[in-house]
C-alpha cells in the first residue's frame, strides 16, 4: 500500500486551490451572477498572500491578505454589473485581465523569493497511521479548510433559510424582488464571497502548493473552476468529487510518463481536458438534474423596476 | 484634452531624447523571452546583462524587451530595439530565430547575437554554452548518492539540447553505476511551477529519490526539500528555496561573455561566429557542492577539473544508442554537429523520445 | 451618447492611467505619450498595428454575431489554431506544389478547419444540452497541445537539426504583402468581414433572428426562429473567422506552422468584441485601439523601462469603463426620493439608445 499514499496526497492537495476557487463561484452563480473572472481574483490573491507573508513572516497574514485582495478585486466587479448593470460575461474577462496584470505589476518585487511554507498538521498517533493517517489526518490545514467550506456551502444552499432565499434570488430575480428580498444586496455578497474564495484559492498557491510568486503562476485554474461549477450542476458535493477527478486525471498523466508509456506527452496532458468534456456529455444527458439546479438567471442582468 | 497631452508629450520626448543620445558610444540590448527576474533562464541573461553595464558602463548603454512571446511579436520587438539606436542587440532564445534572422536583414549595420540557435549571417553570431558537461558532473553524483538508484528528470520539450543534457546526464551516472536509471517526464513548458512541482511527486511516488530538472522554477527542488530528499538546480543557484535538498546547480553565467562581445563592438573587431563554449571558458559554473559527503564533492570537483581541463570529454566513446548501435568506439567522442541535432537516447534509457 | 460614451470611458482611462504611472514614478504625460500617441506618429509602428489588429478583428467580428445571440464561443482560439492546422496540411505534406491556386486553397482550409473545430462545442449543446461554455474553452487547450505536438512531431521540419517548427512556406504559399513592408492581404479581408458582418446584421433575416434571439428569446421562439439553428450558425461563422485568421497568421507572418501559432488573439478578439459594443464598425475601432495598446506597451517597455504588464491593466480599466460608461447609453437614471414602499434611493428605466 506503500505506493498509494503519494498519488493520493498529490491528487487531494492538486485538487485543494480547484475545489475553493470553485465552491466561491457556485455561491455567486446561484444567486444569478456569473463571474468569469475568477483566474484575475487567483492571481491578485496570489501575489498579495505571498507578499504579506514575506513581508510580516507570519503564513496567516498571507491567508487573509489573500482573502481580502480577491474580495477587494469581486468588489470592482459587483460594482460594475450591480450597480452599473453592465454585461456580466464582458466585466468577468475585464477582471482577470485587470487582475492579471495588477498581480504580475505588484509581484514585481517579489520574483525570485522563497516564500514561507505552510507545514501540514500532524495528530500523533492518527497521522501516523499507515496510508490512511497522511491521506486523512496529515493534511495541510487549507486543505481541511477546503473540505469544510464544501461542506458548509452545501448546508447553507439547502439547509438554511438564506440559502434558499440565494438560490431563489439566482432562479427569479424578479419574483424575488416582489417578495421584497434585497436582490442587489444579496448578490453582492455572494459575489465577495466568491472573491474570498477565489484569493484564498491563490494565496494556498504561492503559500502553500509552491511557495513562490511567478506571474501567471495560476495557469488557467480559474477557467478550470469555472467549467468545474458546470460539471457539478452547481451541486458542491459533486464539485469535491470533481475537482478531485480532474486532480487525479492531471497527476495520471505525469504519473504516465514516469511509468514510460510510449503516448506523447501532449496527448497525456489533453485527458484532464477531454474527461471533463466526456463526463460532462454524459452528464447532461440527465437533463431534469441540469435543470432543477441550473439557475435560470444566470448572467441576466437585474433592473428593479418599480 | 489629448492634444495638451501630446503637445506636452512631445516637448518631453525631444527634451529626453535630446539628453541621452551621446552619451555612451553603444546602445547594447537583450531580449527575452521570460521576465527579467523570473529566478531562472531570463534572469541568468539579465545578470549577463548588468556585468557588462557595470564593466563598460561609462562606454555603454544597455537596455532590454522582456515577456516577448516567440512569433511575430518577437520580430517587431527586435526591429524595435534595432530602430531605437541599438548597436547590438542578443536575442535570447531559441524560438526568436528566423525573427532575429529577418530583422537583422533589414538592419545590416547592427550586430545580431541569437542564443540556443543554429542559423548565422554576416551579421547574426549564435552562442551557447556546453551545459552537458554540467549535467555529465551531475549524473556522478545522482549515481553516488542515490539509495534507490533511480533519478526523476523533469524537461520541457524534446530538443536537442534537452535529449544532449538527458544522455550526458546518463553518461556521468552510469560511470559510478552503470545499472543507473531515470524516469523522464515533459511537462511541456520551461516554466510552470505548479505543473513542475506534480511532476516531481509523481517521480518520487514511483521510486526516485534525486530530481534533476531541464525547467526553469524551483517548484521541484521545494518538492524534494519537503520530503526530505535531493536534487540539483537549474540555471541559477536554488540553495535558497531548498536549502537541505540542493546538492548543486548549473549557474548560466552568460556575463563574461557578453562583456567579451560588447567589447569587440566597441573595439571594431567583431566577427560572426558560431560560439558554443564550456566549463573551461566560464559559460557555465558550477552552484558549491553542497549537503554532500566529503568524498562524493572531491569527486566532483575532481570531474569538473578533468572536463575543463579537457581529460574527459562527457561523450567519450564507446556509446551506444538505446537499440544497441554502436555510434563510436573507444579514444573518440562526439563531434559538436551529432550533439547539436541529437535525437536519440543512450542505452541504458528506457523511455522513447517522443515523435 | 452612444458615440460619446467609448470616447468617456477613454478619456477615463487615461486619466487613471496618469495616476497609474505615477504610482510606479515615471513622467506620466510622457508615458501616455509613448504609449497611446507615439505608435502613430511612425509608419513602421503604423503598419505593425494593422498587422496586430487584423486577426484580431476578424475573430472579433464573428465572435460579435455569437455574443449577440446569447451563445458563448470562448473557444476561438482553438478555433484559430484548428484553422491554422487545416491550413497547412499542403504546403507542409506536398510542399512541392506552389501555384497561384495554393494560397486560396489553404485559406479555404483555414476556414473549413476552423468550422469544424467550433461545430463540435455546437453540436454538443445542441444535441445534449452541454454548456458551451465549457466544451469550448476546454478545446482550446486540447487544439494547442495538439498542433504543439504535430510541429515537434510529424510535421517538423526534415531539415531543421531536429529542432521543432515546420519548414518555412515560400513562394505562392506566403500571404502576400500589399502596402509597405509588413501589412498583407488579410488586411483586405478584414475589410470585407467587417462590411458583409454589417449587411448581415441590419439587412438580413439571419442578422435579425440572430439580434431577436439575444434580446428577446420567447419572442424568438414565438416567431419560430430556431435557437438550435442559430447555435449551430454562428459557431460556425466565428470558427471560420477564427480560422482564417489563424490561416493568415501562420501563412503571412509567422511563415510557418510553430508550436504555438497564436499569442491569446481568440481571447483579446472576446475583449475586442465587447469594446466594439458587438458592432462590426465598433469592433473595427475597438481591435485598432486594442492594437495601439499593445504596440503602446512595448513601446513604454524600451523608452521608459515600466513593465509590459501594464497593458494588461489598461486593457481591463478601459473594458471596464466602457461597460459602465454603457449603462448610460442603455438606461436613464432618474433620481426619486424615498418612497416608503419603493425600494432603494435610484430608479431606472429601460431604453435603447
Not at chain 1, 56 to 63: H, L, Q, V, Y
Not at chain 3, 102 to 119: D, F, T
Amino acid at each position: 500500500m506503500e505506493g498509494l499514499e503519494g498519488p493520493l496526497l498529490t491528487i487531494i492537495t492538486a485538487s485543494t486551490p480547484l475545489l475553493l476557487a470553485a465552491l466561491g463561484e457556485l455561491v455567486a452563480e446561484r444567486s444569478g451572477v456569473l463571474n468569469l473572472g475568477i483566474e484575475g481574483m487567483m492571481a491578485v490573491g496570489a501575489v498579495c498572500g505571498f507578499a504579506a507573508g514575506y513581508v510580516t513572516g507570519e503564513p496567516i497574514a498571507g491567508i487573509l491578505a489573500a482573502i481580502v485582495a480577491g474580495m477587494a478585486m469581486a468588489a470592482i466587479f459587483a460594482v460594475v454589473t450591480l450597480v452599473f448593470v453592465a454585461n456580466q460575461v464582458a466585466s468577468g474577462l475585464a477582471l482577470t485581465l485587470f487582475g492579471l496584470g495588477l498581480s504580475a505589476l505588484i509581484g514585481d518585487a517579489f520574483v525570485g523569493v522563497p516564500g514561507l511554507g505552510v507545514t501540514n498538521i500532524h495528530i500523533p498517533g492518527l497521522s501516523d497511521i499507515p496510508l490512511v493517517g497522511p491521506v486523512i489526518f496529515g493534511l495541510d490545514p487549507l486543505t481541511y479548510v477546503a473540505l469544510a467550506l464544501a461542506i458548509g456551502v452545501s448546508w447553507f444552499l439547502f439547509r438554511t433559510r438564506a440559502g434558499l432565499t440565494l438560490r431563489a434570488v439566482g432562479d427569479n430575480h424578479v419574483s424575488a424582488h416582489a417578495l421584497g428580498y434585497g436582490v442587489v444586496r444579496i448578490r453582492f455578497m455572494a459575489v465577495l464571497f466568491g472573491g474570498a474564495c477565489a484569493g484564498l484559492a491563490g494565496g494556498y498557491l504561492s503559500l502553500v502548493y509552491t511557495p513562490q510568486w511567478t506571474p501567471n503562476m495560476t495557469a488557467g485554474r480559474g477557467w478550470i473552476a469555472l467549467a468545474l461549477v458546470v460539471f457539478a450542476a452547481w451541486l458542491p458535493a459533486r464539485l469535491v468529487i470533481g475537482a478531485l477527478l480532474f486532480g487525479a486525471v492531471s497527476y495520471l498523466a505525469l504519473y504516465l510518463q514516469g511509468r514510460g508509456v510510449g503516448i506523447a506527452s501532449q496527448f497525456l496532458s489533453m485527458l484532464p481536458y477531454l474527461t471533463t468534456i466526456i463526463v460532462l456529455v454524459l452528464i447532461s444527458r440527465n437533463q431534469t438534474l441540469l435543470r432543477v439546479n441550473t439557475p435560470a438567471c444566470l448572467g441576466q442582468p437585474f433592473v428593479p423596476d418599480r | 484634452m489629448r492634444r495638451l497631452i501630446a503637445a506636452a508629450g512631445a516637448a518631453a520626448i525631444v527634451a529626453l531624447a535630446g539628453s541621452s543620445a551621446g552619451a555612451a558610444d553603444l546602445k547594447a540590448c537583450w531580449v527575452y523571452v521570460g521576465p527579467h527576474n523570473d529566478g531562472g533562464y531570463s534572469e541568468g541573461h539579465d545578470k549577463g546583462r548588468q556585468m557588462v553595464a557595470e564593466k563598460l558602463g561609462d562606454k555603454v548603454e544597455t537596455s532590454y524587451v522582456e515577456n516577448v512571446p516567440e512569433g511575430p511579436d518577437a520580430e517587431r520587438a527586435i526591429e524595435r530595439l534595432a530602430r531605437s539606436g541599438c548597436g547590438i542587440i542578443f536575442t535570447t532564445s531559441f524560438g526568436f530565430m528566423d525573427p532575429t534572422i529577418k530583422v537583422a536583414q533589414k538592419f545590416p549595420d547592427v550586430k545580431f547575437e541569437h542564443a540556443t540557435g543554429f542559423k548565422t549571417a554576416p551579421n547574426v553570431t549564435t552562442y551557447n554554452a556546453r551545459f552537458y558537461e554540467g549535467r555529465y558532473i551531475l549524473g556522478q553524483i545522482a549515481a553516488k548518492m542515490s539509495k534507490t538508484g533511480v533519478a526523476g528528470y523533469i524537461v520541457s520539450f524534446p530538443i536537442p539540447e534537452v535529449i544532449m543534457g538527458i544522455n550526458s546526464f546518463m553518461l556521468g551516472a552510469q560511470s559510478v553505476n552503470p545499472d543507473f536509471k531515470i524516469k523522464i517526464v515533459w511537462v511541456n513548458s520551461w516554466f510552470d511551477p505548479g505543473k513542475e512541482g506534480d511532476a516531481a511527486k509523481a517521480l518520487f511516488d514511483q521510486g526516485a529519490d534525486i530530481i534533476v530538472q531541464h525547467t526553469d522554477s524551483p517548484a521541484p527542488l521545494q518538492i524534494a526539500e519537503s520530503r526530505g530528499l535531493h536534487g540539483f538546480g537549474q540555471a541559477h543557484d536554488m540553495i535558497s528555496f531548498a536549502p537541505d535538498a540542493q546538492y548543486t546547480a548549473i549557474v548560466d553565467n552568460w556575463g563574461p561573455y557578453y562583456v567579451k562581445r560588447v567589447q569587440a563592438v566597441l573595439d571594431d573587431t567583431w566577427k560572426s561566429q558560431a560560439s558554443w563554449e564550456g566549463l573551461k571558458d566560464g559559460m557555465l559554473v558550477m552552484a558549491p557542492y553542497t549537503n554532500l559527503p566529503d568524498d562524493v564533492a572531491a569527486m566532483a570537483k575532481d570531474t569538473q577539473a578533468k572536463v575543463e581541463s579537457g581529460e574527459l570529454h562527457p561523450f567519450k566513446g564507446p556509446i551506444y544508442k538505446q537499440d544497441g548501435t554502436k555510434v563510436i568506439g573507444e579514444g573518440e567522442h562526439l563531434d559538436d554537429d551529432t550533439l547539436l541535432s541529437m535525437n536519440w537516447y543512450v542505452k541504458g534509457i528506457d523511455d522513447q523520445i517522443p515523435q | 451618447m452612444a458615440v460619446l460614451s467609448p470616447v468617456i470611458a477613454i478619456a477615463l482611462t487615461v486619466f487613471t492611467g496618469f495616476f497609474i504611472f505615477l504610482a510606479v514614478g515615471v513622467d506620466p504625460v510622457e508615458a501616455l505619450y509613448v504609449y497611446f500617441v507615439e505608435p502613430l506618429t511612425q509608419w513602421w509602428t503604423v503598419q505593425e498595428l494593422l498587422v496586430k489588429a487584423a486577426p484580431i478583428i476578424l475573430i472579433a467580428i464573428g465572435l460579435s454575431l455569437c455574443y449577440r445571440s446569447n451563445t458563448w464561443n470562448i473557444g476561438a482560439e482553438g478555433q484559430l489554431v484548428a484553422g491554422a492546422i487545416a491550413g497547412s496540411v499542403f504546403p507542409i505534406l506536398v510542399p512541392e506544389w506552389n501555384g497561384p491556386l495554393v494560397l486560396p486553397v489553404m485559406l479555404l482550409m483555414g476556414i473549413a478547419g476552423g468550422m469544424l473545430y467550433a461545430s463540435i462545442p455546437a453540436l454538443l449543446k445542441i444535441r445534449f444540452g452541454t454548456n458551451e461554455i465549457l466544451t469550448s474553452l476546454m478545446l482550446v487547450y486540447v487544439a494547442q497541445l495538439f498542433v504543439d505536438w504535430l510541429a515537434r512531431g510529424p510535421w517538423r521540419n526534415p531539415e531543421g537539426h531536429n529542432f521543432p517548427d515546420s519548414r518555412a512556406f515560400d513562394g505562392w504559399q506566403v500571404l502576400p504583402v500589399i502596402v509597405g513592408d509588413d501589412v498583407r492581404l488579410n488586411a483586405i479581408l478584414v475589410l470585407i468581414a467587417v462590411a458583409v458582418a454589417w449587411f448581415v446584421l441590419k439587412r438580413t433575416i439571419t442578422g435579425f433572428q440572430i439580434s431577436v434571439l439575444g434580446q428577446a428569446p420567447r419572442a424568438a421562439a414565438f416567431a419560430g426562429f430556431s435557437q438550435k439553428k442559430m447555435v449551430l450558425v454562428t459557431f460556425l461563422i466565428s470558427g471560420g473567422l477564427a480560422g482564417l485568421a489563424g490561416i493568415c497568421e501562420v501563412a503571412g507572418p509567422i511563415g510557418m506552422l510553430r508550436t504555438t501559432v497564436s499569442p491569446g488573439y481568440g481571447f483579446t478578439a472576446i475583449i475586442v468584441a465587447f469594446l466594439g459594443r458587438l458592432n462590426p464598425v465598433g469592433i473595427l475601432f475597438a481591435g485598432l485601439l486594442l492594437a495601439l495598446s499593445y504596440m503602446g506597451g512595448e513601446g513604454v517597455q524600451i523608452a521608459l523601462n515600466i513593465s509590459d504588464q501594464i497593458t494588461r491593466v489598461f486593457q481591463g480599466l478601459l473594458l471596464f469603463f466602457v461597460l459602465t460608461c454603457d449603462t448610460f447609453i442603455f438606461y436613464r437614471l432618474r433620481f426619486v426620493r424615498a418612497r416608503p414602499s419603493a425600494q432603494a434611493a435610484g430608479e431606472a428605466q429601460h431604453g435603447r439608445a
